[in-house]
């Protein structure tokens, strides 16, 4: 799950990509309402973890401008503003959760993983495809009920496949769920985790598109192979 990070705070917001990719997301971080405008429009994100205070303006303001423009993206507000009446203009505006400082990152993971599940239309943190489980919370799987172990990474990939089975995700889409804007990206790796997935989930179970990506392979072929 790709999280944008709306933070002037260098410090809390080093923490908070450090926090969140260890929990299993894949956080991007912007100090101003400007960037994350910008960074909107040129990238694809499952949720914004949104300052009420911010150099250029208010988080509130950038709120209300994306909902006018009809963006339904969840929206996690977080400020040091934690009065009621902040909560219910913040909410009134558009968030879908708010949460106030200090904070713990637990809860604060707890909060996005809730967020995404419900924008995704699914009531609990289990994806399933063709017998395969995966737990995002405690990023643990399970093939027709036998236990396996992913790095995060592979995780990552399988994750993302497993958001939209079926769909054709290219490499440098998955490359995003691996990769931070900042980090140099390897020129084989989606290729090196396909190749540790298929180890441990069977060679037909992630098919590769030529030319376009990879997929899930639809039961009865995840099955033959």
């Known amino acids: 799950m790709r999280i944008l990070i709306v933070e002037d705070d260098a410090m809390l917001s080093d ?3 450090v926090g969140l990719r260890l929990a299993g997301f894949s956080p991007e971080a912007v100090e101003t309402c400007d960037d994350a405008r910008h960074a909107m429009a040129l990238d694809r994100f499952d949720a914004l973890v949104l ?3 911010l150099p250029d303006g208010s988080g509130l303001e950038l709120l209300r401008e994306l909902r006018g423009d ?3 993206i969840p929206v996690l507000m977080r400020t040091a503003r934690d009065r009621l009446d902040d909560r219910v203009a913040g909410l009134d505006a558009g968030a879908d959760d708010y949460v106030g400082k200090p904070f713990e990152l637990p809860e604060l993971s707890a909060r996005l993983r809730a967020l995404v599940r419900r924008a995704q239309g699914r009531a609990e943190n289990l994806l399933e495809w063709n017998g395969l489980q995966l737990d995002v919370a405690r990023m643990t799987g399970a093939l027709d009920g036998r236990a396996l172990s992913f790095s995060r990474r592979e995780f990552s990939i399988l ?9 054709i995700l290219g490499k440098q889409m998955l490359e995003e769920r691996l990769y931070g804007w900042q980090e140099d990206v ?3 790796t ?3 985790h396909v ?5 441990k989930l069977g060679s037909g179970f992630i098919q590769t598109v030529r030319g376009a990506g990879y997929r899930l392979a639809p039961e009865a072929e995840a099955r033959r192979a």
């Open 15 to 17: 923490g908070l990509q």
């Open 195 to 199: 190749h540790h997935l298929r180890a």
């Open 51 to 53: 300052d009420l205070m």
């Open 159 to 167: 994750a993302a496949l497993m958001e939209r089975p079926g769909a």
């Open 190 to 192: 989606v290729e090196v």
């Open 186 to 188: 390897e020129s084989n």
């Open 70 to 72: 009809g963006s339904d």
